[in-house]
Protein backbone atom coordinates (compact mmCIF):
# COMPACT_ATOMS: atom_id res chain seq x y z
CA UNK A 1 0.00 0.00 0.00
CA UNK A 2 1.18 3.80 -0.91
CA UNK A 3 2.29 5.78 1.76
CA UNK A 4 0.41 8.75 0.43
CA UNK A 5 -2.78 6.68 0.04
CA UNK A 6 -5.85 7.63 2.17
CA UNK A 7 -5.98 4.74 4.34
CA UNK A 8 -2.70 5.78 4.74
CA UNK A 9 -3.25 9.52 5.17
CA UNK A 10 -6.13 8.30 7.65
CA UNK A 11 -4.01 6.24 9.88
CA UNK A 12 -1.09 9.26 10.32
CA UNK A 13 -4.69 11.68 11.39
CA UNK A 14 -5.54 9.65 13.91
CA UNK A 15 -1.89 8.82 15.33
CA UNK A 16 -2.03 12.55 15.57
CA UNK A 17 -4.48 12.94 16.87
CA UNK A 18 -4.11 9.88 19.65
CA UNK A 19 -1.13 11.94 20.87
CA UNK A 20 -3.01 15.40 20.90
CA UNK A 21 -5.46 13.20 23.40
CA UNK A 22 -2.58 11.64 24.93
CA UNK A 23 -0.78 14.65 26.27
CA UNK A 24 -3.86 16.11 27.34
CA UNK A 25 -5.76 13.84 29.35
CA UNK A 26 -2.64 11.82 30.55
CA UNK A 27 -1.47 8.50 30.48
CA UNK A 28 -3.83 6.87 32.76
CA UNK A 29 -7.14 8.17 31.38
CA UNK A 30 -6.07 7.81 27.63
CA UNK A 31 -5.37 3.72 28.48
CA UNK A 32 -9.13 3.63 29.95
CA UNK A 33 -11.00 5.80 27.51
CA UNK A 34 -9.12 6.26 24.32
CA UNK A 35 -6.68 3.37 23.48
CA UNK A 36 -9.50 1.03 21.85
CA UNK A 37 -10.68 3.84 19.87
CA UNK A 38 -10.22 3.22 16.20
CA UNK A 39 -11.12 6.12 13.88
CA UNK A 40 -13.45 4.49 10.73
CA UNK A 41 -14.07 7.61 8.97
CA UNK A 42 -14.49 11.53 8.05
CA UNK A 43 -17.74 12.29 6.05
CA UNK A 44 -18.28 16.35 6.30
CA UNK A 45 -18.02 17.98 9.56
CA UNK A 46 -18.63 14.16 11.20
CA UNK A 47 -15.85 11.98 12.95
CA UNK A 48 -16.79 8.48 12.89
CA UNK A 49 -15.17 6.33 15.44
CA UNK A 50 -15.60 2.94 16.67
CA UNK A 51 -14.77 1.11 19.89
CA UNK A 52 -15.33 -2.40 21.24
CA UNK A 53 -17.97 -2.36 23.79
CA UNK A 54 -21.46 -0.70 23.87
CA UNK A 55 -20.50 0.96 27.71
CA UNK A 56 -17.35 2.72 26.13
CA UNK A 57 -19.40 3.94 23.16
CA UNK A 58 -21.52 6.07 25.27
CA UNK A 59 -19.30 6.69 28.11
CA UNK A 60 -17.15 8.53 25.55
CA UNK A 61 -19.67 9.91 23.22
CA UNK A 62 -21.53 11.91 26.54
CA UNK A 63 -18.07 12.50 28.27
CA UNK A 64 -15.36 12.98 25.73
CA UNK A 65 -17.21 14.23 22.42
CA UNK A 66 -16.36 18.15 22.77
CA UNK A 67 -12.72 16.90 23.35
CA UNK A 68 -11.70 14.84 20.66
CA UNK A 69 -13.77 16.86 18.09
CA UNK A 70 -10.98 19.83 19.36
CA UNK A 71 -8.32 17.25 19.12
CA UNK A 72 -9.23 16.81 15.34
CA UNK A 73 -9.91 20.24 14.37
CA UNK A 74 -6.09 21.20 14.03
CA UNK A 75 -5.87 18.83 11.31
CA UNK A 76 -9.61 18.99 10.11
CA UNK A 77 -10.98 22.46 10.47
CA UNK A 78 -14.77 21.50 9.43
CA UNK A 79 -14.58 18.93 12.25
CA UNK A 80 -17.80 19.41 14.45
CA UNK A 81 -19.78 16.47 15.60
CA UNK A 82 -18.33 13.01 16.71
CA UNK A 83 -20.24 9.34 16.27
CA UNK A 84 -19.21 6.41 18.05
CA UNK A 85 -20.10 2.92 16.76
CA UNK A 86 -19.47 -0.64 18.09
CA UNK A 87 -17.20 -2.66 16.50
CA UNK A 88 -18.78 -6.53 16.06
CA UNK A 89 -15.70 -8.97 14.89
CA UNK A 90 -13.62 -5.96 14.23
CA UNK A 91 -16.02 -4.48 12.31
CA UNK A 92 -17.73 -0.90 12.77
CA UNK A 93 -21.36 -0.81 12.46
CA UNK A 94 -22.22 1.79 9.84
CA UNK A 95 -22.46 5.46 10.87
CA UNK A 96 -25.95 6.90 11.45
CA UNK A 97 -26.68 9.50 8.94
CA UNK A 98 -26.95 12.96 9.99
CA UNK A 99 -30.87 14.62 10.12
CA UNK A 100 -31.14 16.54 7.31
CA UNK A 101 -33.01 19.83 8.54
CA UNK A 102 -34.29 21.49 5.42
CA UNK A 103 -34.46 25.07 5.50
CA UNK A 104 -37.81 27.41 4.84
CA UNK A 105 -37.27 28.26 1.33
CA UNK A 106 -38.59 31.78 -0.44
CA UNK A 107 -41.82 31.63 -2.37
CA UNK A 108 -40.23 32.20 -5.21
CA UNK A 109 -37.81 29.76 -5.09
CA UNK A 110 -38.12 26.65 -7.53
CA UNK A 111 -38.00 22.68 -6.39
CA UNK A 112 -34.33 22.63 -8.52
CA UNK A 113 -32.89 25.62 -6.47
CA UNK A 114 -33.44 24.21 -2.73
CA UNK A 115 -30.41 23.14 -1.02
CA UNK A 116 -30.93 21.68 2.61
CA UNK A 117 -29.02 22.13 5.16
CA UNK A 118 -27.71 20.05 7.78
CA UNK A 119 -28.48 19.97 11.73
CA UNK A 120 -25.66 19.19 13.61
CA UNK A 121 -27.71 16.83 15.97
CA UNK A 122 -26.71 13.34 16.30
CA UNK A 123 -29.71 11.33 17.42
CA UNK A 124 -30.82 9.92 14.41
CA UNK A 125 -34.71 9.76 15.07
CA UNK A 126 -34.82 13.18 16.81
CA UNK A 127 -37.54 15.57 14.85
CA UNK A 128 -35.74 18.59 13.40
CA UNK A 129 -35.30 21.54 15.98
CA UNK A 130 -33.79 24.38 14.22
CA UNK A 131 -35.19 25.58 11.04
CA UNK A 132 -33.39 28.44 8.69
CA UNK A 133 -34.20 31.39 7.79
CA UNK A 134 -32.10 30.84 4.53
CA UNK A 135 -30.51 27.79 2.85
CA UNK A 136 -26.65 28.21 3.25
CA UNK A 137 -24.05 26.57 0.96
CA UNK A 138 -21.68 24.23 2.68
CA UNK A 139 -19.25 26.74 4.71
CA UNK A 140 -21.18 29.46 4.98
CA UNK A 141 -21.95 28.80 8.12
CA UNK A 142 -25.47 30.02 8.16
CA UNK A 143 -26.63 27.56 10.69
CA UNK A 144 -27.44 27.22 14.15
CA UNK A 145 -25.45 25.62 17.04
CA UNK A 146 -26.10 21.86 18.22
CA UNK A 147 -28.35 21.00 19.60
CA UNK A 148 -28.15 18.22 22.67
CA UNK A 149 -31.42 16.03 22.01
CA UNK A 150 -31.13 14.82 25.59
CA UNK A 151 -32.06 17.98 26.98
CA UNK A 152 -35.70 18.39 26.98
CA UNK A 153 -38.19 19.53 29.74
CA UNK A 154 -39.03 16.25 30.44
CA UNK A 155 -35.30 15.27 31.30
CA UNK A 156 -34.96 18.43 33.43
CA UNK A 157 -35.57 17.87 37.15
CA UNK A 158 -36.83 20.92 38.64
CA UNK A 159 -37.15 22.63 42.12
CA UNK A 160 -37.15 25.51 44.45
CA UNK A 161 -34.05 26.40 42.85
CA UNK A 162 -34.80 26.59 39.13
CA UNK A 163 -38.81 26.25 39.33
CA UNK A 164 -39.50 30.03 37.58
CA UNK A 165 -37.21 29.62 35.29
CA UNK A 166 -38.65 26.25 34.48
CA UNK A 167 -42.10 27.46 34.32
CA UNK A 168 -41.24 30.51 32.76
CA UNK A 169 -38.83 28.25 29.61
CA UNK A 170 -42.43 25.88 28.90
CA UNK A 171 -44.66 29.16 29.48
CA UNK A 172 -42.69 30.70 26.47
CA UNK A 173 -42.25 27.44 24.36
CA UNK A 174 -46.17 27.33 24.53
CA UNK A 175 -46.75 31.02 23.55
CA UNK A 176 -44.07 30.70 20.39
CA UNK A 177 -46.00 27.61 19.02
CA UNK A 178 -49.31 29.66 19.42
CA UNK A 179 -47.37 32.53 17.16
CA UNK A 180 -47.91 34.60 20.61
CA UNK A 181 -45.19 36.35 23.16
CA UNK A 182 -45.32 37.04 26.70
CA UNK A 183 -42.80 37.90 27.59
CA UNK A 184 -39.49 39.07 25.87
CA UNK A 185 -36.92 39.46 25.78
CA UNK A 186 -36.39 36.71 28.63
CA UNK A 187 -32.81 36.18 30.32
CA UNK A 188 -31.70 33.43 32.07
CA UNK A 189 -28.67 34.03 34.56
CA UNK A 190 -27.03 31.70 36.96
CA UNK A 191 -23.57 30.22 37.36
CA UNK A 192 -22.16 27.19 35.47
CA UNK A 193 -23.94 24.28 35.61
CA UNK A 194 -27.46 24.75 36.90
CA UNK A 195 -29.34 24.24 33.39
CA UNK A 196 -29.30 27.72 31.54
CA UNK A 197 -28.69 25.75 28.61
CA UNK A 198 -30.78 22.49 29.20
CA UNK A 199 -33.84 25.32 29.26
CA UNK A 200 -32.80 26.84 25.76
CA UNK A 201 -32.54 23.35 24.81
CA UNK A 202 -36.04 22.27 25.97
CA UNK A 203 -37.41 25.08 24.07
CA UNK A 204 -36.49 24.84 20.90
CA UNK A 205 -36.87 21.42 20.85
CA UNK A 206 -40.86 21.57 22.35
CA UNK A 207 -41.62 24.02 20.00
CA UNK A 208 -40.03 22.36 17.02
CA UNK A 209 -42.00 19.01 17.41
CA UNK A 210 -45.60 20.92 17.81
CA UNK A 211 -44.87 23.00 14.50
CA UNK A 212 -42.27 22.31 12.32
CA UNK A 213 -43.20 25.20 10.12
CA UNK A 214 -40.98 27.51 12.86
CA UNK A 215 -38.14 29.43 12.08
CA UNK A 216 -35.87 28.72 15.26
CA UNK A 217 -32.12 29.40 15.69
CA UNK A 218 -29.85 28.71 18.59
CA UNK A 219 -26.75 29.93 19.04
CA UNK A 220 -23.95 30.17 21.56
CA UNK A 221 -21.97 33.41 21.65
CA UNK A 222 -19.52 31.96 20.37
CA UNK A 223 -21.16 30.80 17.17
CA UNK A 224 -22.75 33.80 16.82
CA UNK A 225 -19.26 35.91 17.03
CA UNK A 226 -18.05 33.22 13.87
CA UNK A 227 -21.24 33.57 11.76
CA UNK A 228 -20.75 37.66 12.30
CA UNK A 229 -16.73 37.85 11.70
CA UNK A 230 -17.05 35.33 8.80
CA UNK A 231 -19.57 37.40 7.19
CA UNK A 232 -17.80 40.37 7.49
CA UNK A 233 -14.71 38.75 5.76
CA UNK A 234 -16.71 37.38 2.81
CA UNK A 235 -18.69 40.89 2.61
CA UNK A 236 -21.99 39.01 3.30
CA UNK A 237 -22.74 40.79 6.79
CA UNK A 238 -25.79 42.06 4.92
CA UNK A 239 -27.28 38.49 4.38
CA UNK A 240 -26.27 37.34 7.96
CA UNK A 241 -28.34 40.37 9.48
CA UNK A 242 -31.19 39.52 7.02
CA UNK A 243 -30.63 35.90 7.95
CA UNK A 244 -31.05 36.36 12.58
CA UNK A 245 -33.77 39.11 11.20
CA UNK A 246 -36.45 36.41 10.18
CA UNK A 247 -36.52 34.29 12.72
CA UNK A 248 -39.37 33.57 14.78
CA UNK A 249 -37.43 32.43 18.08
CA UNK A 250 -33.94 33.20 18.47
CA UNK A 251 -32.05 31.66 21.47
CA UNK A 252 -28.67 32.75 22.39
CA UNK A 253 -26.52 31.16 25.34
CA UNK A 254 -23.28 31.76 27.16
CA UNK A 255 -24.10 35.71 26.51
CA UNK A 256 -20.63 36.38 28.79
CA UNK A 257 -18.79 35.42 25.85
CA UNK A 258 -19.90 37.98 23.24
CA UNK A 259 -17.35 40.53 22.43
CA UNK A 260 -16.67 43.52 20.31
CA UNK A 261 -18.42 44.19 17.29
CA UNK A 262 -20.55 40.85 17.87
CA UNK A 263 -21.69 42.05 20.39
CA UNK A 264 -22.89 45.59 18.66
CA UNK A 265 -24.65 43.45 16.11
CA UNK A 266 -26.52 41.35 18.60
CA UNK A 267 -27.81 44.60 19.97
CA UNK A 268 -29.13 45.76 16.86
CA UNK A 269 -30.38 42.29 15.57
CA UNK A 270 -32.24 42.20 19.54
CA UNK A 271 -33.85 46.15 18.64
CA UNK A 272 -35.21 44.60 15.36
CA UNK A 273 -36.62 41.40 16.68
CA UNK A 274 -38.45 42.82 19.69
CA UNK A 275 -39.74 45.67 17.29
CA UNK A 276 -41.21 42.98 14.91
CA UNK A 277 -42.30 41.19 18.14
CA UNK A 278 -40.66 38.03 17.53
CA UNK A 279 -39.27 36.18 20.57
CA UNK A 280 -35.72 36.38 22.39
CA UNK A 281 -34.15 34.31 25.02
CA UNK A 282 -30.92 34.65 26.09
CA UNK A 283 -28.78 32.62 28.68
CA UNK A 284 -25.63 34.52 30.40
CA UNK A 285 -23.65 33.65 33.63
CA UNK A 286 -24.55 36.89 35.35
CA UNK A 287 -27.33 40.17 35.54
CA UNK A 288 -28.05 42.06 32.40
CA UNK A 289 -26.47 44.94 34.10
CA UNK A 290 -22.78 42.94 34.79
CA UNK A 291 -22.67 42.13 30.89
CA UNK A 292 -20.15 44.95 30.45
CA UNK A 293 -18.56 43.98 26.91
CA UNK A 294 -22.72 45.25 25.81
CA UNK A 295 -23.57 48.77 25.27
CA UNK A 296 -25.57 50.47 28.08
CA UNK A 297 -28.40 50.22 25.44
CA UNK A 298 -28.39 46.30 25.29
CA UNK A 299 -28.21 46.26 28.99
CA UNK A 300 -31.17 48.51 29.31
CA UNK A 301 -33.23 46.09 26.87
CA UNK A 302 -32.07 42.76 28.82
CA UNK A 303 -32.93 44.31 32.50
CA UNK A 304 -36.23 45.77 30.34
CA UNK A 305 -37.57 42.23 29.81
CA UNK A 306 -38.15 39.26 31.98
CA UNK A 307 -34.85 38.64 33.97
CA UNK A 308 -34.63 35.03 35.81
CA UNK A 309 -32.19 33.94 38.34
CA UNK A 310 -31.11 29.95 38.83
CA UNK A 311 -29.85 29.81 42.35
CA UNK A 312 -27.30 27.26 43.88
CA UNK A 313 -29.40 23.74 44.01
CA UNK A 314 -30.28 22.93 47.65
CA UNK A 315 -29.96 19.45 49.13
CA UNK A 316 -33.70 18.14 47.78
CA UNK A 317 -32.83 18.97 44.36
CA UNK A 318 -29.32 17.37 44.10
CA UNK A 319 -31.26 14.27 45.85
CA UNK A 320 -33.77 14.60 42.96
CA UNK A 321 -31.30 14.98 40.21
CA UNK A 322 -28.76 12.33 41.55
CA UNK A 323 -31.89 9.76 41.62
CA UNK A 324 -32.88 10.61 37.90
CA UNK A 325 -29.66 10.11 36.90
CA UNK A 326 -29.20 7.27 38.43
CA UNK A 327 -32.87 5.71 37.40
CA UNK A 328 -31.38 5.99 33.49
CA UNK A 329 -28.35 4.42 34.25
CA UNK A 330 -29.88 1.63 36.05
CA UNK A 331 -32.62 1.33 32.73
CA UNK A 332 -29.96 1.15 30.38
CA UNK A 333 -27.31 -0.40 32.07
CA UNK A 334 -28.98 -2.60 34.56
CA UNK A 335 -27.35 -1.79 37.98
CA UNK A 336 -28.11 -1.16 41.19
CA UNK A 337 -27.80 2.25 43.58
CA UNK A 338 -28.68 2.01 46.97
CA UNK A 339 -30.70 5.03 48.65
CA UNK A 340 -27.42 5.63 51.03
CA UNK A 341 -25.44 5.70 47.58
CA UNK A 342 -27.79 8.65 46.32
CA UNK A 343 -27.78 10.23 49.77
CA UNK A 344 -24.46 10.43 49.64
CA UNK A 345 -23.45 11.84 46.43
CA UNK A 346 -26.39 14.32 47.10
CA UNK A 347 -24.44 15.82 50.16
CA UNK A 348 -21.13 15.27 49.22
CA UNK A 349 -21.33 17.09 46.06
CA UNK A 350 -22.45 20.16 46.12
CA UNK A 351 -21.38 22.45 43.30
CA UNK A 352 -23.24 21.95 40.27
CA UNK A 353 -25.89 19.76 38.40
CA UNK A 354 -22.90 18.93 35.72
CA UNK A 355 -20.83 17.70 38.58
CA UNK A 356 -23.91 15.37 40.19
CA UNK A 357 -23.76 14.01 36.61
CA UNK A 358 -20.29 13.28 36.60
CA UNK A 359 -20.24 11.76 40.10
CA UNK A 360 -23.23 9.36 38.76
CA UNK A 361 -21.21 8.61 36.09
CA UNK A 362 -17.91 7.93 37.36
CA UNK A 363 -19.71 5.08 39.82
CA UNK A 364 -21.40 3.65 36.55
CA UNK A 365 -17.90 3.22 34.84
CA UNK A 366 -16.76 1.75 38.20
CA UNK A 367 -19.37 -0.80 38.65
CA UNK A 368 -18.39 -1.50 34.71
CA UNK A 369 -15.33 -1.73 34.66
CA UNK A 370 -14.36 -3.83 38.17
CA UNK A 371 -17.44 -4.99 38.46
CA UNK A 372 -17.91 -4.15 41.55
CA UNK A 373 -21.22 -3.04 43.70
CA UNK A 374 -21.92 0.34 44.13
CA UNK A 375 -22.12 1.08 47.84
CA UNK A 376 -21.08 3.92 50.17
CA UNK A 377 -16.98 3.22 50.32
CA UNK A 378 -16.76 2.77 46.28
CA UNK A 379 -18.44 6.34 45.96
CA UNK A 380 -16.26 7.75 48.57
CA UNK A 381 -13.05 6.07 46.56
CA UNK A 382 -14.43 6.89 43.06
CA UNK A 383 -15.88 10.58 44.33
CA UNK A 384 -12.79 11.77 46.38
CA UNK A 385 -11.09 13.79 43.83
CA UNK A 386 -14.03 15.20 42.80
CA UNK A 387 -14.74 16.19 46.37
CA UNK A 388 -11.27 17.31 47.19
CA UNK A 389 -10.82 19.39 44.12
CA UNK A 390 -14.28 21.27 45.51
CA UNK A 391 -13.31 21.64 49.16
CA UNK A 392 -9.80 22.67 48.25
CA UNK A 393 -11.30 25.84 46.63
CA UNK A 394 -9.54 28.74 48.32
CA UNK A 395 -11.16 32.21 48.03
CA UNK A 396 -8.16 34.87 48.72
CA UNK A 397 -9.55 38.59 49.68
CA UNK A 398 -7.88 39.55 46.48
CA UNK A 399 -10.60 37.73 45.12
CA UNK A 400 -13.43 39.11 47.20
CA UNK A 401 -12.12 42.60 46.79
CA UNK A 402 -11.99 42.09 42.50
CA UNK A 403 -15.06 40.49 42.45
CA UNK A 404 -16.93 43.34 44.16
CA UNK A 405 -14.85 45.82 42.31
CA UNK A 406 -16.09 44.74 39.32
CA UNK A 407 -20.24 44.04 40.44
CA UNK A 408 -20.50 47.83 41.78
CA UNK A 409 -17.94 49.45 39.54
CA UNK A 410 -16.32 50.77 42.39
CA UNK A 411 -12.49 51.24 41.98
CA UNK A 412 -10.34 48.50 44.49
CA UNK A 413 -8.63 51.50 45.74
CA UNK A 414 -11.89 53.43 46.64
CA UNK A 415 -12.67 50.21 48.70
CA UNK A 416 -9.38 50.24 50.51
CA UNK A 417 -9.95 54.03 51.01
CA UNK A 418 -11.18 56.05 54.31
CA UNK A 419 -13.93 57.23 52.02
CA UNK A 420 -17.48 57.70 53.52
CA UNK A 421 -19.79 57.98 50.91
CA UNK A 422 -22.78 55.46 50.92
CA UNK A 423 -21.62 53.88 47.32
CA UNK A 424 -18.19 53.46 48.41
CA UNK A 425 -19.02 52.12 52.11
CA UNK A 426 -22.04 49.26 51.45
CA UNK A 427 -19.74 47.77 48.89
CA UNK A 428 -17.00 47.72 51.62
CA UNK A 429 -18.67 46.24 53.96
CA UNK A 430 -19.86 43.40 51.50
CA UNK A 431 -16.66 43.22 50.67
CA UNK A 432 -15.67 42.68 54.75
CA UNK A 433 -18.81 40.26 55.52
CA UNK A 434 -17.51 37.99 52.47
CA UNK A 435 -13.75 37.81 53.86
CA UNK A 436 -14.99 36.84 57.03
CA UNK A 437 -17.89 34.19 55.53
CA UNK A 438 -15.41 32.53 52.69
CA UNK A 439 -11.97 33.32 53.65
CA UNK A 440 -10.18 31.71 57.24
CA UNK A 441 -8.60 35.12 58.05
CA UNK A 442 -9.23 36.89 61.19
CA UNK A 443 -10.92 40.29 61.65
CA UNK A 444 -7.63 41.85 62.46
CA UNK A 445 -5.92 40.07 59.06
CA UNK A 446 -9.36 41.20 57.38
CA UNK A 447 -9.21 44.75 58.44
CA UNK A 448 -5.25 44.79 57.99
CA UNK A 449 -5.97 43.74 54.50
CA UNK A 450 -9.13 46.38 53.82
CA UNK A 451 -6.87 49.61 53.92
CA UNK A 452 -5.55 48.89 57.82
CA UNK A 453 -9.04 49.19 59.73
CA UNK A 454 -9.50 48.34 63.14
CA UNK A 455 -11.19 44.70 63.91
CA UNK A 456 -13.85 46.22 65.53
CA UNK A 457 -14.85 47.72 62.42
CA UNK A 458 -14.35 44.56 60.12
CA UNK A 459 -17.05 43.15 63.30
CA UNK A 460 -19.43 45.63 62.70
CA UNK A 461 -19.62 45.35 58.89
CA UNK A 462 -20.17 41.71 59.06
CA UNK A 463 -22.84 42.23 61.70
CA UNK A 464 -24.58 44.99 59.81
CA UNK A 465 -23.97 42.77 56.48
CA UNK A 466 -25.83 40.09 58.06
CA UNK A 467 -29.07 42.28 59.47
CA UNK A 468 -29.57 43.79 55.71
CA UNK A 469 -29.65 40.41 53.96
CA UNK A 470 -32.65 39.25 56.40
CA UNK A 471 -34.07 42.87 56.01
CA UNK A 472 -33.44 42.64 52.21
CA UNK A 473 -34.57 39.79 50.16
CA UNK A 474 -32.68 40.88 46.92
CA UNK A 475 -29.54 42.37 48.85
CA UNK A 476 -29.52 38.77 50.29
CA UNK A 477 -29.67 37.25 46.56
CA UNK A 478 -27.18 39.25 44.98
CA UNK A 479 -24.57 38.60 47.83
CA UNK A 480 -25.44 35.06 47.15
CA UNK A 481 -24.66 35.40 43.49
CA UNK A 482 -21.14 37.09 44.53
CA UNK A 483 -20.38 34.16 46.93
CA UNK A 484 -21.19 31.33 43.79
CA UNK A 485 -18.80 33.76 41.41
CA UNK A 486 -16.20 33.36 44.18
CA UNK A 487 -16.46 29.47 44.94
CA UNK A 488 -16.29 28.80 41.12
Known sequence: MSENSPAATQRDLWMR????????????????WFARLELEELVDDLVHLSAPTRFLCSWVQSNYSDRIVEAFRHDVP????????????????PRLAPTPVVAAEPAEQTAAAKPAVQAAVEAPSAAPVARLVQPGQKGDALAGSAIDSRMTFDTFVSGEANEMAFG??????????????????VYIHSTVGLGKSHLLNAIAHAVSQA????????LTADHFMYHFITAVQRQSA?????????????????????QGKSATEFGHTLGALLTGAKQVVVAGDAPPRDL???DERVRSRLSGGLVVPISTFDMDLRRAIVQRRADQSTARFGMHFPPAVLDYVARAVTSHGRDLDGAVNRLVAANQ????????????????DLIRARDAKRVRIED???????????????LLSARRSRDVVRPRQIAMYLAKALTSRSLPEIGRRFGGRDHTTVLHSVRKVEQMIKDDLELGQEIELLKRMLEE
Open 17 to 32: VRARLKAAVGEDVFAS
Open 78 to 93: DAARLHVTMRVNGQAR
Open 168 to 185: VAKQIANAAVNNTVTFNP
Open 211 to 218: DSTKNIVY
Open 238 to 258: LGFKEWLRKVDLLLIDDMQFL
Open 292 to 294: EML
Open 369 to 384: LTGELITVPLAEKTLA
Open 400 to 414: ILKIVSRHYKVPRNE
